[in-house]
């Protein structure tokens, strides 16, 4: 079975760090993407970043470009989100997804943006970002 664990969240100042940790297990394929999506309160859930497996293409949305960076470690199936400067419009309930890719040449950003639907989610961390 495929199990992502999330963990890393927290009470935040603004302008501050936080670094999100997402662990995996039970992929055994090669072609997967895996990144992280956000709910904020009374919104919709959106792609944050997000990372083939293949070929190590990122996404990231326009409002976390240049604050956030997405990273793999496969030795330990772990992925992180390094999140910095961060803003109080960055509150949001951070959720680790992943799924293997229907085609291999399946653009990254389809996966994070949509309209692909990840099949397997974690629990989620609360990233609370004060001003």
């Known amino acids: 079975d495929v199990q992502l664990v999330e963990s890393g969240g927290g009470l935040v100042q603004a302008g501050g760090s936080l670094r999100l940790s997402c662990s995996t297990s039970?992929?055994?394929?090669?072609?997967?993407?895996i990144g992280w999506f956000r709910q904020a309160p009374g919104k919709e859930r959106v792609g944050v970043s997000c990372?083939?497996?293949?070929?190590?293409?990122?996404y990231y949305a326009d409002s976390v470009k240049g604050r956030f960076t997405i990273s793999r470690d496969n030795a330990k199936d772990m992925v992180y989100l390094e999140m910095d400067s961060l803003k109080p419009e960055d509150t949001a309930v951070y959720y680790c997804a992943a799924d293997t890719l229907p085609n291999p040449t399946m653009d990254v950003t389809i996966f994070c943006r949509g309209p692909f639907e990840p099949d397997y989610w974690g629990q989620g961390t609360q990233v609370t970002v004060s001003s």
């Open positions: 039970g992929f055994t394929v090669d072609d997967y993407a």
């Open positions: 990372v083939k497996s293949r070929d190590m293409s990122t």
